[in-house]
């Protein structure tokens, strides 16, 4: 079993709902990744989300598209990546990382050169937000053998045929993205990501994870009281911009919104 189904067993069992945050490696210096990960795992993130930087980030708004050029300024690369990766799971050999990031970088690495460094690593998920499932079966050849769970996005207008079609390429756990934009986006309805869960909930018995919009605990936790997974990115990546003049502040900050977070889901 992957560490990422291993883990939402694991939850499952306690009736708790995984808290995921994002942070772009490297940013906004490549020494405070690793160590950022390991203060968000003591905060209550029970998988990690990492960012892999790149130079056009068509997803992202601006908050994280900024981060991806604060990393990309230290020169940060795919491999340095992984580096990241092998280093934090010297310490930690069971919270799940998933690399977040766009098709270029790994196409230039290669599917089967990365599926085995991500490997050797200890990556566990890959979302690669511009490879749509129907064009995914090269990577997904070199990702499954390897227990690498490919993680792939839904959104208020996908449809049932395609929702089908996710779900039955997906492993690990399906993300739904809540609002129709860009990451760091302003309004989640809940009710309507209440609907949403539920119907792709009809296709599926993988968890769902719900991102985009969450801003605050209040908000982890309604979201929480309908999916399985709370991802949350910008709202940590603003801090980590606000405080990348002083860096040895940044885990603290970013430690002390995720156990708000953490707490407020634990309510439920
Ligand atoms: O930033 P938000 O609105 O909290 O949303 C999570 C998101 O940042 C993270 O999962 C993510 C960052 N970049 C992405 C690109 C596509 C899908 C998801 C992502």
């Known amino acids: 079993m992957s560490r990422i189904s291993n883990c939402f067993k694991q939850l499952k069992e306690q009736g ?40 056009d980030p068509m997803a992202d708004g601006p908050v ?4 991806s050029e604060r990393a990309l300024e230290h020169g940060v690369s795919l491999r340095d990546v992984l580096a990241m990766v092998h280093s934090f799971r010297e310490q930690d050999q069971t919270t799940p990382v998933i690399l ?22 200890g990556v566990d998920g890959v979302l690669t937000v511009d490879l749509p499932p129907e064009e ?66 009809r296709h599926t018995q993988l968890p769902v994870g719900v991102g985009f919009g ?25 801090r980590i911009e606000e405080l990348r003049e002083t860096p040895a502040a940044i885990a603290p900050a970013v430690a002390g919104i995720l156990s708000d977070m953490r707490h407020a889901i634990d309510l439920n």
């Open 136 to 201: 995914a079966d090269d990577l997904l050849s070199s990702l499954r053998p390897r227990d690498i769970d490919p993680i792939f996005l839904m959104a208020p207008t996908t449809t049932e045929d395609r929702m089908q079609r996710i779900c039955d390429t997906a492993s690990g756990f399906v993300y739904y993205v809540s609002v129709k934009g860009i990451t760091g986006a302003a309004h989640l309805a809940i009710d309507e990501v209440s609907a949403m869960t539920d119907r792709i909930r």
């Open 214 to 238: 969450i801003k605050d605990a209040e908000m982890a936790r309604s979201v929480a009281q309908v999916s399985d997974a709370v991802i949350v990115g910008s709202v940590l990546v603003r």
């Open 64 to 67: 994280i598209q900024r981060a």
């Open 100 to 121: 977040m990031g766009y098709l270029n970088p790994i196409e230039v690495m290669g599917y089967e050169g990365f599926a085995l460094a991500a490997e050797e690593a």
């Open 16 to 55: 708790r709902v995984a808290l995921i945050p994002f942070v772009t490696a490297g940013d906004p210096e490549p020494g405070i990744t690793v160590p950022l990960m390991h203060a968000m795992v003591a905060a209550g993130a029970d998988i990690i989300e990492l960012g892999v930087p790149f130079s």
